[in-house]
């Protein structure tokens, strides 16, 4: 008898501390997700999307919301944040709707991006159209209904060689910017290769590339 008391009495700060581990580790996810969308960050999203990248073909996708800084202008920064949560959500339904492996993150401001498990190219860029659809659709705050556009550029790495995860996000930029300069919508790179020149990784004329290069000229 004294030794299952023993015994249970042992099991009581194991199974406290098992309880604490469990709990630190959900307070550390949670710490590193957005606190609007609940969806990862930038550097959760790097890793996964690297190890998808060298796993197989994978599309590497990014989205700006057009016209969300007239939504903050015009209905406060409530309505922006609003916003973002739907634009989160929307990702999310979507991506639950394909039938591959896939992940979403928020980079930061109106900036978001997914890495998709895509063989077929052509399929996956049909698919971007029911994305860009959803991401359009009326958000509703209060009484007010507003409605965001999208700009989304995306990188296919079923090329040879595979690119990398910066060309991947590189080639991704510079198509989304494409779109974004004729007012929104969607668009995969042709092929691997950077099309644009670049400062430190980053397309030139992007917003913090340019400080980037008069930093380094100084």
Known sequence: MSSLIAAATAAVPLAGWGFHTVWMRRQLDRARR??????PGRAAFERRAARMLRCGPCAVVLIDLDGFKAVNDTYGH??????IRASGARLTKWLD??????????????????AVRAV?????????????????????????????????GACWSGELPSPDLPLALRRADEAMYV?????????????PASTQSTVNGRRAGRLGASRAHEGRAA
């Open 97 to 114: 709707g394909q039938p591959v492996d896939g992940a979403a993150a928020r980079l930061g401001g109106d900036e978001f991006a997914l």
């Open 78 to 83: 409530a309505a922006g944040d609003q916003a």
């Open 179 to 191: 779109v974004k300069r004729g007012g929104g919508g969607w668009l995969t790179a042709d092929g």
């Open 120 to 152: 077929d190219p052509e399929a996956f860029h049909r698919s971007l159209a029911t994305l860009h659809q959803g991401l359009c659709l009326p958000v509703g705050h209060g009484r007010d209904r507003f409605q965001l556009g999208a700009s989304i």
């Open 34 to 39: 957005d606190p609007l969308t609940g969806l």
